[in-house]
């Protein structure tokens, strides 16, 4: 199948597609007679794969680790768990800095009377 009709099945534009390509993380298929590339069943389930695993919100450098060891008949299941666990616990950091965030945001906020007056915590604070 064309590049439009892959990038369509897996829920991809075209331009991502054709980024994943350029920078090797998922191999471009060789251009036929016609000088079109043909994706096959192989690099549209890496395709989606690639999908999900940025849905996860794992790196570029994580996607290639994955698709290595989902290549790897013979990998280590404890090798795919060490990335998830990385990525794990980016998340639970993340969450952390944003409800540190949300708290002071929101003391901010409760502190504010939001009346027609000019004194006001929040400038006051972000000055």
């Known amino acids: ?21 350029d920078i090797g993380l998922v191999a471009a298929p060789a251009r036929g007679t016609s000088g079109y590339r043909h994706y096959d069943q192989a690099a549209i389930r890496k395709l989606i794969f690639v ?42 950091q993340k969450q952390k800095e944003l409800q540190s965030l949300h708290d002071d945001l929101a003391h901010l906020v409760d502190a504010c009377r939001g009346d027609s007056r000019p004194n006001c915590p929040i400038i006051d604070y972000l000055s």
Do not use: N, W
Not at 1 to 21: D, F, N, Q, W
Not at 52 to 81: N, T
């Open 1 to 21: 199948m064309k590049i439009s009709e892959a990038a369509a099945v897996c829920g991809l534009p075209v331009k991502t597609v054709r980024y994943y390509a």
């Open 51 to 92: 999908r999900r695993a940025r849905a996860f919100g794992f790196s570029i450098d994580d996607c290639r680790e994955l698709l290595s060891l989902y290549e790897d008949r013979h990998r280590s299941s404890a090798d795919v768990r060490h990335i998830a666990l990385r990525r794990l616990r980016d998340i639970e």
